[in-house]
């Protein structure tokens, strides 16, 4: 089987976040399973290089991305990629758009409607109810109509089957529950040397990394040879964050390395004691999860998507606010809480969220697509 995964922008830093990483998981597993899957994207940041034909091993096909809107992500896409669509979708048996408010995916979900292509939708939380004007001028013209028209809707949770439903003003006909997978990884080695703790996100207000930040002197208070690796893109708060860092006195105890590749961001999970996403209504973020996949316990806030199961099974801890990151980190420092946290984590990764299981339903949605019959899961 053919299957095109469409998602907004891939560049070197990352700058896209978790839905590209759902997208090269998917891709990789269904060639594992001996489908030919391959990425549609914009490309950014490769310079003279030029843009990459594979991405992490997944064939890829990249277009120079063109900001026409000062809308971040919203305003960008590329003329030859719009005018190339419909001949992209059609040379797809299945077409799978990790679907945003842009123009990239939106054309792209809309080509697959027109050109009678299976279209399956996964949205990250990215499409909820909104009241920007611009919002609402894609939803009238075009997000409406692709939600209709997909043979699947892909949810990961809930609150966020919920907030389509209201986007939609009714209730999906073809919403389906999939989870986010994670490659089995080779668990980290026993934690060794200095307290590590590691945040690996972009540095963004709603990703709360001063929040991080603020934590550093009371975890030193208890563990004064501690080291806070703070890690990703800046989308804004990097000057915060440089502040934060210097007001509190703590610059020889916080590194900022920049933006990690795959590769890189593994590394650092499996040389952290514990690692921290203070981030709010995140849906199901990949960083935790690959934090589980290698027994890095993880500490998350309350709406958090993947808080029930961490805190369900001991694999990390679960607080309400800043205030309870501090002392989340401490308890997760003491060596037995550790190694627990840690062999519950790894337990989590491997039999809720395996991309095994992922890819059985995936394919079944594709299946279905293929044959017109998906309907309703919740």
Known sequence: MRVLHAVTLHSPTHAFGGPVRVALNLCRGLAERGHRARLVALGDGFGAQGLPTEVDGVPARLYQARSILPL?????????????????????????????????????????????????????????????????????????????GASAVLHLTGRERRDLDAVLGTELPHAVRLVNGVPAQQPRPAPSGPPR?????????????????????????????????????????????D?????????????????????????????????????????????????LSVGTPAVVTTSNGLAQDIERAGAGRVVTDAAGIAPAVSALLDPGANDSASAAAR????????????????????ADAREGQVGSQA
């Not at 719009?82 to 792209?108: E, I, Q, S, W, Y």
């Not at 593994?266 to 999860?289: C, G, I, K, N, Q």
């Not at 039999?351 to 949605?365: G, K, N, P, Y």
């Open 243 to 291: 502040a934060l860092v210097a007001a509190l006195g703590v610059v020889d105890r916080v590194s900022l390395p920049g933006p990690l590749s795959s590769e890189r961001m593994l590394e650092e999970l499996r040389r952290a004691h514990v690692y921290v996403l203070p981030s709010v209504d995140e849906p199901f973020p990949m960083s935790v999860l690959e934090s």
């Open 347 to 366: 337990k989590l990764a491997t039999e809720a969220f395996s991309m095994e299981a992922v890819l059985d339903t995936l394919l079944r949605v594709y």
């Open 72 to 148: 971040g992500f919203s305003g960008i896409t590329s003329p030859t990629l719009l005018a190339r669509a419909g001949a992209l979708v059609k040379n797809a048996d299945v077409v799978h758009v990790h679907l945003a408010r842009d123009l990239v995916t939106l054309p792209l979900a809309l080509a697959a409607l027109r050109a009678g292509r299976p279209l399956v939708l996964q949205t990250h939380g990215m499409v909820d109810p909104s009241e920007k004007a611009l919002a609402r001028v894609l939803d009238a013209v075009a997000v409406r109509r692709v939600l209709r």
């Open 197 to 241: 703790i590691l945040f690996a996100a972009r540095l963004q207000a709603r990703k709360r990394p001063t929040d991080f930040v603020a934590a550093v002197p009371d975890v030193l208070r208890h563990h004064p040879e501690a080291r806070f690796v703070l890690a990703g893109p800046d989308e804004g708060e990097r000057a915060a964050v």
